[in-house]
């Protein structure tokens, strides 16, 4: 491991030896597409003196958005629905990107979204909670007409009515969706 570091070290300060700090007459020079390349891009500098530093950032032109399509999150839809086994409900609940570009959306655990079923008078009959073992953030993306599609199962719940709210547990967007079914 030692010679490793030694190695890595020795070329680091060759590298750096060869680099006097001044500029060859090759560098000074800008071809033409240089100087095309940076008409087409905006310039930050930082106020660092001498030391100034440059990040270039895309001209507005090149993100071909139209008025209607800036605001992405604005075109995310919910849905639910479900299907009655046996012994089970088993349930959909889907988030779907109807904009013309792309999103990820950013969460704090691996849970994504979370639910709870109540009856006709409003008692609390079945949830998941906003609650995750998993502590690690997850993402989900979704492209132009894609989906994220959660599916769950409950016990089959006794004869009634009920409701069901799901809560899309993102950063940037809490949809949140309601159906009411019955049991029968």
Do not use: W
Not at 50 to 70: C, G, L
């Amino acid at each position: 491991m030692g010679v490793k570091k030694g190695i890595i070290l020795s070329i680091f300060l060759v590298l750096t030896a060869c680099s006097d700090g001044k500029t060859t007459e090759f560098q000074d020079q800008t071809s033409s597409e240089q100087t095309g390349l940076s008409n087409e891009t905006q310039t930050l500098k930082s106020e660092k003196g001498e030391n100034d530093r440059e990040a270039t950032v895309p001209a507005k032109d090149d993100f071909d958005f139209q008025d209607e399509d800036k605001n992405v999150l604005s075109k995310m839809e919910a849905s639910i629905s479900y299907t009655q086994e046996e012994e089970r409900l088993n349930f959909i609940f889907q988030v779907t990107n109807n904009a013309k570009h792309p999103f990820t959306f950013h969460f704090d655990t691996m849970q994504q979204y979370a639910y709870t079923i109540r009856k006709a008078d409003g008692e609390v009959v079945k949830q998941l909670k906003n609650e995750s073992d998993k502590k690690l953030p997850s993402t989900a993306f979704l492209k132009p007409g894609g989906a994220a599609i959660y599916d769950f199962s409950v016990k089959k719940l006794p004869l009634g009515s009920y409701t069901i709210n799901l809560v899309f547990l993102s950063k940037e967007l809490g949809l949140k969706k309601s159906f009411d079914f019955s049991v029968e």
